[in-house]
T-cell receptor, first 114, second 115 residues
Framework: QQQVKQSPQSLIVQKGGISIINCAYE??????FPWYQQFPGKGPALLIA?????SEKKEGRFTISFNKSAKQFSLHIMDSQPGDSATYFC?????????????FGDGTTLTVKP | DAGVIQSPRHEVTEMGQEVTLRCKPI?????LFWYRQTMMRGLELLIY????????DSGMPEDRFSAKMPNASFSTLKIQPSEPRDSAVYFC?????????????FGEGSRLTVL
């Protein structure tokens, strides 16, 4: 049973455009929702994360929007740049019942065209 | 800090051989995770440790896989005997967050090819 569903699988955006990646989760006990960025040949690296006590978090061009009632969260990349081309993973975890056990989405391959 | 260090970066072996992957977590991190990444299955959690103790190994595919963490600075993932379907990138990650529900720091991965 997949607990975190991510879409789209791939995304092509023009330079300067907005990239939007969505994730939906099932387990209401999740309390930490990070996004990881992975470049070819590298391990995933944390990009931005949110906890369910806020509905939005912004760091530079990257914003997470969180909808607790819908059990959805999304990553928005404003003014997308070719250097943002990478694979993005959403994840979810719960610190109390499944300490350390992050569940990842399937990933979205983003291509930003110059 | 040097980050999570994995070795080898690339391993090519023949079916039936033993494979050992190694990981050095970030100093001070008390959680260590082994993930496997494939195109078909994405990122799968195989096993994780807290303070060197295995907490959840439900993701280990079968008895051919084993993992150990003899001390806070070293862990191994062993596959014996290896099979072509084990070909994947294996990532080690560590974390220091309370209850583990925090940022994962990944190594650069070990790309395994089993012929």
């Amino acid at each position: 049973q997949q607990q975190v569903k991510q879409s789209p699988q791939s995304l092509i955006v023009q330079k300067g455009g907005i990239s939007i990646i969505n994730c939906a989760y099932e387990n209401t006990a999740f309390d930490y929702f990070p996004w990881y960025q992975q470049f070819p040949g590298k391990g995933p690296a944390l990009l931005i994360a949110i906890r369910p006590d806020v509905s939005e978090k912004k760091e530079g061009r990257f914003t997470i929007s969180f909808n607790k009632s819908a059990k959805q969260f999304s990553l928005h990349i404003m003014d997308s740049q070719p250097g943002d081309s990478a694979t993005y993973f959403c994840a979810a975890s719960n610190g109390d019942t499944n300490a350390g056990k992050s569940t990842f989405g399937d990933g979205t391959t983003l291509t930003v065209k110059p | 800090d040097a980050g999570v260090i994995q070795s080898p970066r690339h391993e090519v072996t023949e079916m039936g051989q033993e494979v050992t992957l190694r990981c050095k977590p970030i100093s001070g991190h008390d959680y260590l995770f082994w993930y496997r990444q494939t195109m078909m299955r994405g990122l799968e959690l195989l096993i994780y440790f807290n303070n060197n103790v295995p907490i959840d190994d439900s993701g280990m595919p079968e008895d051919r896989f084993s993992a150990k963490m003899p001390n806070a600075s070293f862990s191994t993932l062993k596959i014996q005997p290896s099979e072509p379907r084990d070909s994947a990138v294996y990532f080690c990650a560590s974390s220091f967050a309370p209850n583990g529900a925090g940022e994962l720091f990944f190594g650069e991965g070990s790309r395994l090819t089993v012929l």
